[in-house]
């Protein structure tokens, strides 16, 4: 029986191998690649080169994740012949060879499973015996070993043959074969195709070239790539005064691309280009409306049951029928449609960035001989190395992009936000070299000729453009320290008086003072970040020598050692307040007399305007006091007249009580009378004060 099984295992494989053994596709023509150029923008110009003769196809393998950019940005250099086409299988080719052929993709998972979905198909078999015939159905068996050795499962083949069914067993077969040459080519192209595209992740462009004589061909294309990172170590001498300081820069640089670089020209971009992103590969449908079929329904003649001529109905019938006839000229034929043709969308696309290779920079003497070469370009700047590079699919590599001395200055950097007490160490550097620097992490060391080389902090280092300085911060200063003190004026500037408001002009006066203390040892050179204030000017030290950045004023003051020294800024606004004349309450009046440096003219005018308010305001407190007493008598008539009616008539305390309610009136009378009088007063007055208010311009 082990025997048996072997030569079932055997007939199975060879039945397995005349299915699936097809001839894999060979890269014959892959572009190498020669030139890399990747952009801290997130994108990445691979450029492939090779030496063609005459006509001919080149190939190019992508990630599928990498197609949509290449069919946007691919571009073909070929100086002395023409691009004849570049195409590659579309996004879900399978689906698409599968739509032309008798069975699915799935049915190619075993024999069986395909012969089952090619029910009817006329196949040949050859083993213990010859059988030709259609297929009616491949059915599982199980088949019990001998001697308790288990169960075998297999499949028997039924036929439609000339002779009638007959039946086989596949795993005894020999060979199984497709008699159609048609349906066997069919399941040729189909296991091609799933060889070809067994890697689903990956796209073999097929570039067509059509020229004469030998020449060199160039491939570029963008893609995204991860970002490029620079990082920086600066090198401090021991010595506090030196203005040297050594700079290297190194860029991190990953091959995520899908291909191993192999003596690649790398040139590093540092900018910001403008890139897009457009689902090229993947197939888009225009949504067309639906119109539904046309179609008449039965007709039913019914049975006439006679009639009787009514003129009436007649002409009713008419009209309606003409009705009728001009509502389908004016709408047409039933059923038709008008619909306008959709156009084609066009797209407006910035245009892209081009990262043209970077031109040969002239030698400079560098301490690493694979430092790369910097050029300036227009919103970028490029880093190219000197030699080729290789980095393996999946492998990051640190090269070098700058390695030289540069201008440095210690200071300290005071911003209250960070420390109220002490400032930030920093370094004040500045590129003097031919093109910009990048941002990125700054590593600070000092070298000491007694202790060698020790780390101090890091730094973090802005875009630092050529010709300008960058200040970075590494550690506390607590050496020095700092007090600040903070008071605030307002000045009496000037004023006027015109149309009754008053108009008076102050300056607000805000003085900081801060001592700065430097160590015992040392000298130091203090920059105080200020913040600066919406409408307030700088007025000391003077503007001039202050400079501006994100949001405050820089101030230097340098101090000596074992000293401490005194810094004042001061930055004024000016404010206009005006004031309604006319509604001026005293006190108010009275404050603006003290406070205000008033010219002798805004101060007589006040003072009469303080006069005349005055005497309104003793008339309004003299018509409060008659007012109270109207109320106090008109309280006690009222008290008078509940007791008249509770008491007799003919009584004395009646007549005590009529003679009281008459003095009372008398004087009610009298008050009403000085009231009037004194309402006139307080119109004069009011009148006195509006005219006099009126009159001034001052």
């Excluded at 039946?167 to 189909?190: C, H, M, S, Y």
């Excluded at 160039?218 to 203005?243: A, C, F, M, N, Q």
């Excluded at 560098?366 to 190219?384: I, K, P």
């Amino acid at each position: 029986m082990p025997r048996l099984l072997r030569s079932i295992y055997r007939i199975v494989l060879a039945v397995w191998a005349s299915f699936l053994m097809v001839p894999m596709a060979v890269a014959d023509n892959e572009l190498p690649l020669r030139r890399v150029m990747l952009s801290t923008g997130g994108v990445g110009y691979f450029e492939h080169e090779a030496i063609v003769e005459g006509s001919g196809e080149l190939f190019l393998v992508a990630r599928l994740d990498q197609v949509d950019d290449i069919l946007k940005s691919i571009v073909v250099y070929d100086d002395q012949g023409q691009v004849g086409f570049i195409d590659l299988p579309g996004r879900e080719p399978l689906d698409q060879l599968f739509r032309d052929i008798p069975f699915a993709s799935a049915d190619m998972a075993s024999p069986v499973r395909l012969m089952n979905a090619l029910q009817g198909a006329r196949v040949e078999s050859l083993g213990q015996k010859k059988l030709m015939g259609r297929i009616i159905r491949v059915l599982p068996e199980v088949v019990q070993l001998e001697n308790g050795g288990g169960a075998l499962t297999r499949h028997r083949v039924s036929l439609m043959t000339d002779d009638g069914i007959q039946q086989f067993i596949l795993e005894e077969a020999e060979t199984v074969r497709f008699t159609d040459p048609k349906l066997q080519a069919q399941v040729d192209e189909a296991l091609k195709a799933i060889a070809e595209h067994k890697t689903s992740q990956n796209r073999r462009l097929r570039i067509g070239l059509k020229g004469n004589g030998r020449r060199t061909v160039r491939v570029g294309y963008v893609v995204e790539i991860p970002l490029w990172k620079s990082s920086y170590r600066l090198t401090l001498p021991g010595d506090s005064e030196s203005k040297k300081g050594h700079l290297q820069g190194w860029a991190v640089v990953e091959n995520n691309s899908g291909h191993a670089w192999e003596n690649v020209e790398l040139t590093l971009v540092s900018g910001n280009p403008v890139t897009f992103r457009q689902a090229l590969y993947t197939s888009y449908y225009v949504n067309r409306p639906e119109v539904p079929v046309e179609v008449l329904g039965r007709i039913l003649p019914k049975t006439d049951q006679g009639s009787l001529e009514n003129k009436d109905e007649q002409r009713s019938r008419d009209l309606r029928r003409r009705m009728d006839q001009i509502r389908s000229k004016s709408s047409g034929p039933a059923g038709s449609s008008m619909m306008k043709k959709p156009g084609e969308a066009e797209v407006m696309m910035a245009p892209e960035s081009t990262f043209a290779g970077a031109p040969a920079f002239p030698p400079r003497s560098a301490l690493l001989a694979n430092v790369a070469e910097s050029t300036e370009a227009a919103a970028q700047v490029l880093f190219r190395l000197p030699k080729p590079v290789s980095v393996g699919k999946g492998y990051s590599v640190n090269v070098p992009i700058v390695d030289r001395d540069v201008p440095i200055q210690r200071i300290s950097i005071y911003q209250p936000a960070t420390h109220a007490r002490h400032p930030l160490a920093s370094i004040e550097l500045k590129n003097d070299g031919p093109s910009g620097l990048p941002p990125g992490i700054l590593t600070i060391y000092e070298r000491q000729k007694t202790n060698g080389q020790f780390f101090v902090g890091d730094a973090q280092l802005t875009t630092l453009p050529a010709g300008e300085e960058r200040l970075v911060s590494f550690a506390l200063d607590q050496k020095t320290l700092i007090d600040k003190t903070v008071d605030q004026k307002s000045l009496y500037i000037s004023g006027s008086i015109r149309g009754g408001v008053y108009r008076r002009t102050l300056e607000h006066r805000l003085t900081t003072t801060y001592r700065l203390k430097s160590p015992l040892q040392e000298n130091r050179m203090f920059i105080i970040e200020h913040p600066r204030r919406q409408g307030w000017e700088l007025v000391a030290p003077s503007p001039e020598k202050a400079m501006l950045a994100m949001g405050n004023y820089r101030i230097k003051s340098e101090v000596a050692k074992a000293e401490t020294k005194t810094l004042n800024v001061v930055m004024t606004k000016p404010v206009e307040e005006t004031v309604g004349l006319s509604t001026l309450s005293l006190d108010r009046i009275g404050a603006f007399i003290r406070a205000d440096r008033l010219s002798p003219e805004l101060k007589n005018a006040f003072s009469k305007i303080s006069q005349l308010s005055g005497n309104i305001e003793k008339i309004k407190s003299s018509i409060s006091e008659q007012q109270k007493q109207r109320q106090d008598i008109a309280g006690e008539q009222k008290r008078i007249r509940d007791n008249l009616a509770r008491v007799p008539q003919n009584s004395d305390l009646y007549v005590r009580y009529m003679k009281k309610l008459n003095s009372q009136e008398d004087i009610m009378d009298s008050l009403s009378e000085s009231l009037k009088q004194v309402r006139a007063q307080l119109v004069k007055a009011k009148e006195a004060l509006a005219d006099f208010i009126a009159s001034l311009d001052i």
